[in-house]
């Protein structure tokens, strides 16, 4: 018979003659050869099945088991909820399926799919048992058909075991996702208030670097509230210190990377325009945008920026944001996703600023999303996070440039 390639076998071919097999017969290894023989050549059925073929479905009635003689399939659990099918495993040739089809004609528990080009042998529980009736050995036949059918369900259950602890896996991940969403969106709608009295703030004294302290330790305590909610421990939120001297030495040396090509830019940023400022600006003064705050101030500046500011964004935004968002999305590629969305907040609150120093911010931390990714800690990216902030404002200065 022959069937479409997603709904079954694309040939049956009964056959009387002798099969070259190629896969253990283990399952009747109490059958001497003329046994063997005689059970492949009468009672035996090839098929073929196309790749994407459908050979057996999860819920049919067993009626055989199949032996693969070459090529490949793959193991398919039902997913319910998604109206899907989750991959259990592959079986290649050598390897056999549907065993408890030969005593027990109950129902099939997964479905099996052909990978590639297929060939497979059938046997029927009716033409076995046909064929066992007229064996003298019969009984030491079962023995071993019954030691081999153990052994299959012992592994059969392992499989759905850990279908279904993966399926629980994925129930905590949507849970978490639904609480982690929640709090984004309460986090964001308080930003959007913040932002309109901060900027009134900025303006009168002339900086927002007393005022975003305040903002993060707010959205640390979003970030505290998911950390008691969801069921992760504290190193999913990259607070975990395994590989601190690895990490610390591979942040300095990519941070300082990072501050040459950003003082070559403000370099080449000075020499293509008007402004004759110089490159590098030592003087603590000048720091506000209006001039209204001391040198006293600006030293205090330094100190939230350095010790306070620079280690709760990167606690916030890659650790509460983007390692969630990596483990939820779950497929590697879409760690540039997880880096993009989180880097998009990152840059959201720069807005307190200017919308020019936001898009700037964007850009640094590209860098310090991969930083983190790379490491999975937070004390790499909050070291680089320091040590190129430092350099920007207060060597660099790149807040004339970026703050009108």
Known sequence: MTKTPN??????????????MQFNISLFSGLSQSQLSDLIEKYMKKIVVSPGGIVIREGEISDCVFFINSGRVEILKKNSTRNDYIKLQEMKSGES??????????????????IENTELYTLSGKNFLDFIFHQKNAIEIYKNIASVL???????????????????LQSEARNALGIFLISSLFAMALFAF???????????YGTGVFISPVILLLYSGFLTVNIKLLPYPKSFYGFTLDKWKTELSDS????????????????????????????????????????????IQVISMLFIYVFISSPLQE???????????????????????SILAANMVFSMVHLLFSIRLAIAA??????????????????????????????????LRVQTIFIN
């Open 252 to 295: 300095i040396y990519y941070s300082f990377l990072c501050i040459i090509l950003l003082t070559i830019l403000k370099w080449l940023f000075v020499w293509l325009s008007s402004n004759h400022e110089p490159v590098f600006v030592y003087s603590l003064s000048g720091f506000s945008i209006n001039n209204k705050i001391t040198e």
């Open 150 to 168: 153990g052994k299959r369900l012992n592994d059969t259950n392992a499989l759905v075991l850990s279908y279904y602890e993966r399926e629980l």
């Open 97 to 114: 399926f549907g065993e408890i089809a030969i005593i027990n004609q109950g129902q099939r528990t997964a479905t099996v799919r052909a």
């Open 362 to 395: 964007f850009f640094i931390g590209l860098f310090w999303g991969w930083l983190y990714s790379k490491q999975r800690g937070l004390l790499g990216v909050i070291v680089s996070h320091m040590l190129i902030g430092f350099w920007l404002l207060f060597v």
């Open 7 to 20: 709904s079954g076998y694309t040939s049956v071919i009964p056959t009387k003659v002798r099969m070259t």
């Open 194 to 204: 913040i932002l309109i009295i901060a900027g009134r703030l900025i303006q009168y």
């Open 315 to 337: 606690i916030i935004v890659r650790g509460g944001l983007q390692g969630p968002l990596q483990f939820m999305l779950g497929v590697e590629y879409n760690k540039w996703w």
